[in-house]
Each structure stands twice: as C-alpha cells, then as structure tokens.
C-alpha cells in the first residue's frame, strides 16, 4: 500500500536562525486511467481513496452514468505509478470507443479526453431549486472543514472537497494535491454510498474555476462554498446551472455570486455577509448587485450596508 504522506528532513531558515528537523509532506503519484484495456488518461494524484477517483472522475467525464455502468475496477499498483483499470458495460464502452476515434492527438490532464473547445464549454447540468441554508449553518459547515482534513493537518500542502448535508453534517471529505481530484473522489465516494446530493452543500478549500462548477453540478448539490474566489467564467457557469456559488469565506462571513435565494440572512455572530438583489440583469457575470465586480456587506449591528468590491 502506497503511504499518501511520506517524512523528509528539511533545512528551516528564519530570522531567529537556521535549524533543521523533518516535515511530512503528501505524496505525489502518476495515475493511470483505463477503460476495456485503453488509457483514457494520466493524473498526478495523491495515492489514497483511489476507488472513490476512479468512480467520481468516470461520472464527472461523462464516461458512465452511474457506478452500476462499472463491470469491475482494479487498482494495480506498479513501480513508477498506480493504474485504475476499468471494465464497463458493452454501451458505455462503445459509446467511449467511438468518442475516441475523434480525437486527433494526445489530451492533457485537465480536459481529459476532450477533441474541442465546444466540449471542454459544454453547459454544466441544470440543478433544480432545492432547499434553502441558513448563513449558520454554512458557517458552522466551514468552520469544521479545518478539523477533517486529516492529510492537510499533517502536510499544509493539499486540497480538499467535502459534502454536507442537514442530517449528518460534513459526510464524506477527500483531499488530493489536485483539486479537481479531491471533488473527482468526492463524487466517487457519494456515488458508491447512494448518498443524493439535491439537499446538501459542497464545501471546498480551493479556487473555483469552471471545471470545479461542470463536476459538482454533475454531483447535483445547488449550493457550492469555497475559501476561495471563483473566476469570472465560473461565475457565469454557476448562474447558467441555477447553482448557489459562494466563495472567499472567512471566519466572519462569505460572499455569494449567484442565486442567493438558496441562503436566508440568518445572524451570524458578528459580520453577518450576504447578497441583496437590486437588480438582475440577462447575461451578466453575476446574479446580483448594481455591477457584475459589487457585492452588498450588511452589517447587521450598525444596520448599514456597504458596497464592496467582489474579485473575481
């Protein structure tokens, strides 16, 4: 079995001095893709959960539908990497056999086995209204993600995505060097435990760009939390999907960039952070605000609310 962290002796510098000691640090592996015996593609991964990546990355491609599209699934593990093998039903892999003749070169990690700019722009998955969350309960959900992120802990080197629900709180978190393949695990790991995803959150510790928005609308969670800013374009993915995108949050609030419906101004202690629509206009950026780069702070002690610049 692969270790997903290994221990290494480093040199520190500060401006006390210089002192050595050792410092665990995640692991990096080549990962190898494979349908019916074809590599579909090769992923620097961390080596843990890797069911879970194989099965969460097959549906956010679209390779398969469900888990039950997979015959089998090998993990062989070999000197210089790890290879996913996979076997899919008759249907699924004549259907990929034929995606493939299409493509005229070799494809890059990120867009993997993708021939065309169309494809790669491919509209995310629609996701109904679903429920609303309160500001707490996002807060208290981000709050813990810290405290689960076991790899983290020990490395501050690594991503993570997580899932929350009403019920159960946090239900599943994977972390990976990559961010799309801790949500790729995530979906995975959703997928084989039946969990649905229409009434929970997507919680992430990283940037959202506008693969991480196609995935987890391919997930089907309405609402998307991140630590970190979306990119424009994600922005405007997330409104086509009708998703909930919240980003930049912080021990003292968060921003939301699209369908704020979904969040209730419910007090948070101190800051309470949220989105007021004063005007939505067809094909902006964003959802909400007087312009596609504001965002409205309320302050709910003084009663003011404030325009603030939302960087995207």
Known sequence: MMNSARIVHRQIWRESGVSSGNRSIPEETAVAVTYNGGTYAVMMATPQDLEDFAVGFSLNEGVISSSADIDSLDIVRLDDGVELRLWLS???????QERRRHIAGPTGCGLCGIDSIAEAMRPAA?????RQFSSE??????RKLPLLQKLNTETRAVHAAAFWDFTSGIVALREDVGRHNALDKLSGALALASVVANDGIILLTSRVSVEMVQKSAAIGAPVMVSVSAPTALAVRMADAAGITLAAIARADGFEVFTHPCRISSEAVEGLDVFVRVDKQRQGESVAFGLAPDRVHVFDRTSGISRLANAVI
């Open 126 to 130: 629609v996701i109904g209204r679903g």
């Open 137 to 142: 309960q996002i807060m208290v959900a981000m």
């Open 90 to 96: 008759k249907p699924k892999a004549d259907r990929l």
